[in-house]
């Protein structure tokens, strides 16, 4: 596709219930970012993949949290009975792996 | 800590005025990008900066990098309602990780 594409844009869930992220890359794109945002501040990394290798996953805030990317395209950015401090927007990126990196919209979550 | 600290942490302008955002690395930076987000929204790619001393425009919107490669600024002039949001910069960092600044929002008031 043309860009960065996550689905979906909107997620509200209850607390305790689990929650599937996707992210579409620009066709070709090795590497491939997670990163949470909260309200008022930056992005924070989450993880990290190149293909299917998850090389980094150090930014992941607990074991709640868990991305796959078993094709080296799509990735799903899972988390496990959401809390409320995992409300914020979850960003996806990818690039060709030497910088121009290209972020997708974002999905908001918002546990309630 | 943060290795990227950028300044103001907020901005408020009136329509029409030039303003700068300042962003300042403790290590030198080898590829500095600057974003835009729209609140709630995705980020969107400004420009990318690589070598000491590079300017680069888009519109009213200017960003500098120093001879050092430790600081960057951005820069808009005549300032309008479309330019409210957050500016983030953001940089390389080896090991395939790339890391954002502290932000800096911006209001622009009609």
């Known amino acids: 596709g043309a860009g960065v594409s996550q689905s979906p844009r909107y997620k509200v869930a209850k607390r305790g219930q689990d929650v599937a992220l996707r992210c579409d890359p620009i066709s070709g794109h090795v590497s491939l970012f997670w990163y949470q945002q909260a309200l008022g501040q930056g992005p924070e990394f989450l993880t990290y993949f190149q293909n299917e290798a998850q090389l980094d996953k150090s930014g992941l805030p607990s074991d709640r949290f868990f991305a796959e990317r078993p094709e080296g395209s799509v990735s799903t950015l899972k988390i496990q009975r959401t809390q409320q401090e995992d409300s914020a927007v979850y960003l996806c990126?990818?690039?060709?792996?030497?910088?121009?990196?290209?972020f997708g919209s974002g999905t908001r979550l918002t546990v309630v | 800590s943060q290795e990227l600290e950028q300044s103001p942490q907020s901005l408020i302008v009136q329509e029409g005025k030039n303003l700068t955002i300042n962003c300042t690395s403790s290590?030198?930076?080898?590829?500095l990008y600057w974003y835009k987000q729209k609140y709630g929204e995705g980020l969107i790619f400004l420009m990318m900066l690589q070598k000491g001393g590079e300017e680069k425009s888009h519109e009213k919107i200017t960003a500098k990098l120093d001879e050092k490669k430790q600081q960057s600024s951005l820069h808009i002039t005549a300032s309008q309602p479309s330019h409210a949001g957050i500016y983030l910069c953001g940089a390389d960092r080896t090991g395939n990780q790339f890391y954002f600044g502290t932000g800096t929002s911006l209001t622009v008031i009609p």
């Open positions: 290590k030198t930076l080898y590829g």
């Open positions: 990126a990818s690039s060709l792996g030497a910088g121009g990196y290209t």
